[in-house]
Each structure stands twice: as structure tokens, then as C-alpha cells.
């Protein structure tokens, strides 16, 4: 699939500087949370789960819109299937374990989307995979797969569509967004860019990475989750 209107840390930062106003609410948490490190699979070995990522079918980021409908969801422990090219090179070569990813439908139902977070081994890894995947998406030489989740959302997988990424601790969140009537998006198409910056910023990254990077006093969570055979 050819992927238009590359959206990698500086373009994705001009999103970010746009919308600052929709991630404020993103700040407010309790006062007694603490940091938790995320810098590793080595401090933080719990895996990701599709319970943590996707919670429920309607995936709600300004109350006073439609939610985005999540149709399909999928945890797997072979990252190259959520990539390829030279993408799933990077991923294979940066310890990737798994991923959790969904496909999505927009608000406004006019685009579809497939996100998720792949789970690297540190934080370098993950920002030598960030920093890569630009170039490869720009000389068409690697990409991010869609997931079909049913009739009608072939688009996320055979049509041209945009990408965003981003990368926090030891994981790289991700997005790739096609319009659901296979008509190719625009490189300057606002509500695309808007779909990227949702997705990635407020909900992967400021929601789910946030909760996990962040533990109440008393509080166990992922980081401290027991493993099989531990």
C-alpha cells in the first residue's frame, strides 16, 4: 500500500502544537500517582493486552463528539504482520514481542483506521525504530498494515492512506488511516491529520502509555503484574 502524506515526529509535532487545547484534558489525573519506569521490557515485562489498549467497542476522545467505533481487535506475538518492508525489519531488529492493534471507524464514519502499539525491548530501540521509519515509508520501501475487520473496511488495507507514529518508553505507537470510500486523502486533509493526532497522541500515547507510566500509591499495575511461571 502506498502510504501519503508522511506523518513522522516533526509533521506530527505541527498537529500537536494545533490541538493543544483537546489535550489538556489528558493532564488531569490523580495527585498521588507516581511514576513508573517504562524504559525497558526489562522494568516493565508485563505484556500489553487488548483489555488495556482497547478497553471497549466505542472509543470515546472529546465527550462532546461520536466516539470512534473499534471493529476489530487482535494481540499478537509476530510483529511482522502488523508491518512490512523494511518497517518489519526495524521492529524484528529492535526485540519487538507483540502487538495490540484495532481497526477503527471515525466519528464521522468517513475514514478507517488501523492503531495499535508494538512492545520493543528499551526505549533506544524504539526511538532508532521511530527515527527510521520515515525514509522507508517515503521511498515506498516499507509500511504499516491495515487490518480488514469485515465488508467494507477492505479500504485500511489495499487503499492509499496516511501514517502517524510515535514512540513512548520501550513502545511505538502507531496509526495508518484510508478513507472508507477507497478515495485517496489529500496530504493536506485536516480531519486525517486530526484522525492521527486522536488516535496516537490522546489515546495511545496520552491515555493508555500515561496510565501505564504512572502507578497510585498502593497500586500494583502492569509494571508489577506476575508473570507465568514467576
Known sequence: MV?????GLTSYFLVADERKGRDARAA????????????????????????????????????KEPPYQVLKTEVAPDCAGAAGGGIAELLGGAGCTQVVRATLRSPSGEYLLTAGIFNLVDEAAAGRVHKGIKPLVAEESGRFQGMVAGAGTEPVVHSSGQVG???RGHFLAYAVIAKATGDEI???????RQILYDVIELHLRGTVLERRATVADGEAGPAAATQPGS
Open 3 to 7: 502510504l501519503l502524506g508522511v506523518c
Open 28 to 63: 488531569g489525573g490523580p495527585a498521588a500517582a507516581q511514576p513508573r519506569d517504562i524504559t525497558s521490557q526489562a522494568v516493565d515485562p508485563a505484556p500489553l493486552t487488548v483489555e488495556e489498549v482497547f478497553p471497549t467497542a466505542d472509543l470515546v476522545i472529546n465527550p
Open 165 to 167: 507514529w510515535h514512540f
Open 186 to 192: 489529500d496530504p493536506g486533509d485536516q480531519h486525517a
